[in-house]
């Protein structure tokens, strides 16, 4: 039965180039440097929000201590945790475009069978 979406493009990348691509050491080098940002600001991350959780729960006077008028320290940790998240996101993007766009790109040129300056040409054309 057609029409359910689930058809294989027939000029697409068959599931052996795929395999080919994730053994290669471009796509092993993509995975380090993706792991090399990503875990260390995850695990701070978490741990800067665990250290606002457990200052909640353990240190409420130094938590309601004003900081200026009706700005207690909990307040500002807490808008401190959307700052961090603002910056992270911010830090990402920027490294993923120096650092990982590069290297999926001539990934994604080498299985789509076009070179990488082509598919970044096309990018920008429909923005």
């Known amino acids: 039965m057609t029409g359910t979406g689930y058809e294989r493009d ?11 691509v994730q053994a290669g050491p471009e796509f092993s080098e993509l995975r380090r440097r993706l792991r090399v940002f990503v875990f260390p600001l995850t695990a701070f991350f978490l741990a800067w929000y665990l250290l606002y959780v457990l200052l909640a729960v353990y240190a409420p ?3 309601a201590a004003p900081v200026a008028g009706n700005i207690n320290v909990g307040i500002v940790f807490g808008l401190l945790q959307f700052v ?13 475009n120096r650092r990982l766009d590069p290297i999926a790109d001539r990934l994604r040129g080498r299985i789509e069978g076009t070179s990488a300056e082509a598919a970044t040409e096309g990018e920008g054309e429909d923005r």
Do not use: N
């Open 10 to 20: 027939v000029g697409g990348p068959s599931g052996d180039q795929w395999r080919e």
């Open 61 to 63: 006077g130094f938590m």
């Open 84 to 96: 961090t998240t603002f910056v992270i996101t911010g830090l990402y993007a920027s490294y993923a």
